[in-house]
């Protein structure tokens, strides 16, 4: 299928713009606090208030509706493990929370280059492990980078009461070595230059690439794993190591849901503002976590 118009229209604008890979972290970091613009009108929501979690990990609670029973869904925002932040993310959050009628506490989780693997995952878990104990049906959700911290928390929560976990384009292939790398390399967005540095940004030297804590689409058993909704994007780098992340999920008897929507980008899950394809992904991924938690 080609590029939807609207995503050939939103790629078109964005010609004038430095590369990505020409970007420091400063730089990088600014754009994508700057990119919310593209998620719309900010909704308003009944409650929203930041809060520290345990092991100072600061977060932001959105709940859509009074009451303290809310279901709750942990989300990490993407950008590669350098960039992104509660602010990046704030519009695309209380969408989510509005469509799945959820609680959505959003984590400001430590950033490389300054914070490298694993302080993430670390400020990932101790997340989770807050959350399951607050009484509700708990979720784990995130885009890109996020998703890969959803999935590893989910790895590490495996068997207990975690009900589900929403990954959006995962980036979960520290080799970088799928197909679609190649195939979507460049034009569409963030491509392979990009997916790699923010790996090279997130390990330290000598990482294993293939250490699952990092990049769980090599975690040897994935049996027993929380349901998931895996969603890809035709047009990118990522989508191939995602599908088979859900290949291997569904291989091992898990409950898994696949959607890969057709003629998008990475990233384009929080443009609801500028793209009726990320409008209905904000409502499928809201629908599915209403299924699961309520």
Known sequence: MPLDPEVAAYLETQRHL???????????????????????PVPELARVEDRMLPG???ARDYRPSAGETLPLAVYFH??????GDLESHDTTCRQLALASGC?????????????RFP??????????????????????????????????????????????QLLIYPMIDATCSSASYVE??????????????????????GADFRDP???????????????????????DTLRDEGEAYARKLI???????????????????????????????VSEAGEYLRRMLT
Do not use: K
Request: aromatic share 8%; net charge neutral.
């Open 184 to 205: 979507f390399a460049e034009g569409y967005g963030p491509g392979a230059v990009d997916m790699r540095r923010g790996w090279s940004e997130y390990l330290p030297p």
């Open 251 to 281: 291989e091992s008897g898990n409950a898994v849901e696949v959607r890969r929507y057709l003629g998008t980008i990475h990233g384009f899950f929080t443009m609801q503002g500028i793209l009726r394809v990320a409008r209905e992904a």
């Open 18 to 40: 430095p590369p990505r890979s020409s970007l420091d972290v400063a730089a990088t970091r600014e754009r994508m606090r700057r990119a919310v613009v593209l998620a719309g």
């Open 119 to 164: 302080a993430s995952v670390d400020d990932a878990c101790i997340a989770v492990d807050w959350a399951l104990q607050q009484g509700a049906p708990v979720a784990v959700a995130g885009d890109s980078a996020g998703a890969n911290l959803a999935a590893v928390a989910a790895r590490a929560h495996r068997g207990g009461d975690l009900r589900c």
């Open 213 to 235: 804590a990092a990049s769980p689409l090599f975690t040897a058993d994935v049996r027993g794993a929380a349901p998931a909704f895996v969603l890809t994007a035709e047009f």
């Open 103 to 115: 609680r959505i506490v959003a984590v400001d989780y430590r950033l490389a280059p300054e914070h």
């Open 78 to 83: 993407g950008g590669r493990f350098f960039s």
């Open 56 to 58: 100072e990990v600061r």
